[in-house]
């Protein structure tokens, strides 16, 4: 069975991605990956604000404020990840990249345009394949619209698309007003790609204790048909390369990203449940399904629900909430 694909114009054997997670810092889970057959891997972030930077230039005028970025990067910016100088960073990068044949996708999360740029030529020059630029940002300022925090995301890609040749992916989060447009707009600007989608990690609140409470969860397929609503809408008129992220964790679940049009699949959470080994039995299981169900190859069987393909489009958008509420019950 072909299960080959091609995602940032890099061809991958197979469609599964090890989506950035502790696991894929690991040279000895990578080589597991590897082993056990993973497509690519996208290795862990590099935190602009973990990094000893000699000056930070502020993201742009200093009359726009850029904190809500470091706000936003907290979420992950753990003493236990923190890297502290950059050399060290790219020499474990050039390491790890060394001892793995599989392409590897470095990945960004920066708070300044220089911070972006920078990182993204030295990750470069460390060997790496492609680049995916983590777009994790919490809203929390009122005073900014939604217009101007999405600008600042698509300057950032310019930027670097300005400054490296290798390919660029972003990283989005559902919670766009106008997804379709904003993609369109990353696509515009240069990605070669698109990840749909970050998953918010939500502070609890202790009631006894009066204090937020961060606890990471790992998904489940219950999380699956938020990114295949927006793959469905954006892969019919997308070119750049589309990635599933968030909730894969069964062959079935494979099987729908990539017919609503992802051209591969990140797993985080599966791995972490499973173990590494997780892979060989999807990718067997995605061969198998595909022969059962008289599909060629993987390339073949993508996009096909998308909403160009499918006879009712509006299942995907206003008709399918209307239709749904009025059957409750019946
Ligand atoms: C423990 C853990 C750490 C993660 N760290 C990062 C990270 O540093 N950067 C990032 O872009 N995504 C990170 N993720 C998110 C995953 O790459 C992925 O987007 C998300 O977990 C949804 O995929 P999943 O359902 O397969 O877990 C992390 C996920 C987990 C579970």
């Not at 985080?268 to 067997?284: D, I, M, Q």
């Not at 995605?286 to 060629?296: K, V």
Request: aromatic content about 8%; overall charge negative; glycine content about 8%.
């Amino acid at each position: 069975m072909d299960l080959s694909t091609t995602y940032l114009g890099l061809k991958l054997s197979n469609p599964f991605i090890a989506g950035p997670s502790p696991l894929t810092g690991r040279l000895d889970a990578l080589k597991r990956m590897e082993d056990a057959g993973m497509g690519a891997i996208v290795l862990p972030p590099l935190f602009e604000e973990q990094l000893q930077t000699a000056e930070m230039d502020l993201f742009q005028a200093i009359d726009t404020p850029a904190e809500s970025f470091p706000e936003a990067l907290t979420y992950f910016a753990e003493p236990e990840h923190a890297i502290v100088d950059v050399e060290g960073y790219m020499t474990h990068l050039a390491d790890l990249k060394k001892h793995v044949r599989v392409p590897v996708i470095g990945s960004i999360n920066a708070v300044t345009r220089d911070g972006w740029t920078d990182y993204a030529k030295l990750m470069e020059g460390a060997g790496v394949d492609a680049l995916e630029l983590d777009f994790y940002f919490v809203g929390n300022d009122a005073s900014r619209t939604g217009g101007e925090i999405e600008g600042r995301f698509v300057d950032a890609l310019t930027a670097v698309k300005g400054c490296v040749q290798i390919p660029v992916s972003v990283k989005v989060t559902p919670f766009h007003t106008s997804l379709a447009h904003f993609a369109r707009s990353l696509e515009n600007a240069g990605a070669d790609g698109i990840v749909l989608f970050h998953r918010f990690y939500e502070p609890d609140i202790d009631i006894e204790n009066l204090e937020p409470v961060s606890r990471l969860k790992l998904s489940d397929s219950r999380e699956l048909p938020l990114r295949l609503r927006w793959l469905a809408i954006v892969s019919a008129k997308a070119a750049c390369s589309l990635a599933a992220s968030g909730g894969v964790h069964s062959v079935e679940d494979v099987v729908k990203a990539i017919m609503t049009g992802a051209h591969c699949v990140q797993l985080a959470s599966a791995l972490l449940k499973n173990g590494v080994e997780h892979v060989t039995s999807l990718r067997e299981g995605l061969a198998a399904w595909l022969d059962r169900n008289e599909y060629e190859s993987v390339r073949q069987m993508r996009g096909t629900m998308n909403i160009e393909h499918i006879p009712e489009p509006g299942a995907f958008s206003r008709a399918h909430y209307m239709h749904l509420v009025g059957s409750w019950g019946s």
